[in-house]
C-alpha cells in the first residue's frame, strides 16, 4: 500500500530562520519525487523534481534532498519569508499521490 | 501564456442537481488531470485524459462522476445529482507530456463546489 508520512504536521517559526520538512514514503516502483507548496486556497506549484538517481535539487531558498535507499526526502527553506506561509506537500511516484504534508506558518 | 484556467472558481449546487466543471489547459498541453481535496485532506487523485482519451480513472467514483476532454475546447468534470459529500475543492493541472517522466503538472486555481 502506498503510503506518504510527513513531519511535522505543522511548524511555526519567525521570519528568518531556517527549517527542515520531512517525508517518508513507501511507494513502489519509485520513479521520481516532487515537493509542491500550496497556498491556502490555491492549486499547489511544483518546487521540485528529483529522480531516484538525484541527491540534492535546489530551487532558490528551497533544497530538497532524497535518500532513495532509505525513501525518506526533506525540503529545506533558507531564510524563511512571511510568504513561505503555506502547506507543503511531498508527492513520490509517478501516479501522484497527496498527503496533506507541513503546514508551515512564518510570524514576523 | 496563460496558466491553467478553470472555471466557475465557485459552484453552488442543490442536492440532486448536476455540477460542471471546465478546465483550460496552459497552451500547448495534452495531459489534463483532476483532484478532488476535501477540507483538511490533501488531493486526491480523480482522472488523467489525454485529448479525446481516458488514460486512468482509477480515482473516479464509479457512480455520477465522468470526464472527458474533446479534441477541441476544455475538459469538462461532469458531477450528476450532487450530494453534499460532493463539496469539496476540484483542481485540475496540465503537463505537456503524460506522467512518466520528469514533467510538471500546472495546477489551476480550483473549482469550489459547495451543494447545499
Known amino acids: 500500500k502506498n503510503q506518504v508520512e510527513q513531519s511535522p504536521q505543522s511548524l511555526i517559526i519567525l521570519e528568518g530562520k531556517n527549517c527542515t520538512l520531512q517525508?517518508?514514503?513507501?511507494?513502489?516502483?519509485?520513479?521520481?519525487l516532487r515537493w509542491y507548496k500550496q497556498d491556502t486556497g490555491r492549486g499547489p506549484v511544483s518546487l521540485t523534481i528529483?529522480?531516484?538517481?538525484?541527491n540534492t535539487k535546489s530551487n532558490g531558498r528551497y533544497t530538497a534532498t532524497l535518500d532513495a535507499d532509505t525513501k525518506q526526502s526533506s525540503l529545506h527553506i533558507t531564510a524563511s519569508q512571511l510568504s513561505d506561509s503555506a502547506s507543503y506537500i511531498c508527492?513520490?511516484?509517478?501516479?501522484?499521490?497527496f498527503g496533506t504534508g507541513t503546514r508551515l506558518t512564518i510570524i514576523p | 501564456n496563460a496558466g491553467v484556467m478553470q472555471n466557475p472558481r465557485h459552484l453552488v449546487r442543490r442536492r440532486g442537481q448536476e455540477a460542471r466543471l471546465r478546465c483550460s489547459p496552459m497552451?500547448?498541453?495534452?495531459?489534463v488531470y483532476w483532484y478532488r481535496q476535501l477540507p483538511e485532506e490533501g488531493l486526491k487523485f480523480m482522472v488523467y485524459?489525454?485529448?479525446?482519451?481516458?488514460?486512468?480513472e482509477s480515482g473516479m467514483p464509479k457512480e455520477r462522476f465522468s470526464a472527458e476532454f474533446p479534441k477541441e475546447g476544455p475538459s469538462i468534470l461532469r458531477i450528476q445529482q450532487v450530494v453534499r459529500g460532493d463539496s469539496a475543492a476540484y483542481f485540475c493541472?496540465?503537463?505537456?507530456?503524460?506522467?512518466?517522466?520528469?514533467?510538471?503538472?500546472?495546477f489551476g486555481p480550483g473549482t469550489r463546489l459547495l451543494v447545499l
Open positions: 485524459l489525454q485529448k479525446e482519451n481516458i488514460i486512468d
Open positions: 508527492v513520490p511516484g509517478g501516479k501522484l499521490t
Open positions: 528529483m529522480t531516484f538517481s538525484e
Open positions: 517525508c517518508n514514503y513507501t511507494v513502489s516502483p519509485f520513479s521520481n
Open positions: 497552451k500547448g498541453h495534452s495531459h
Open positions: 493541472a496540465s503537463s505537456p507530456t503524460g506522467t512518466g517522466g520528469l514533467e510538471t503538472q500546472y
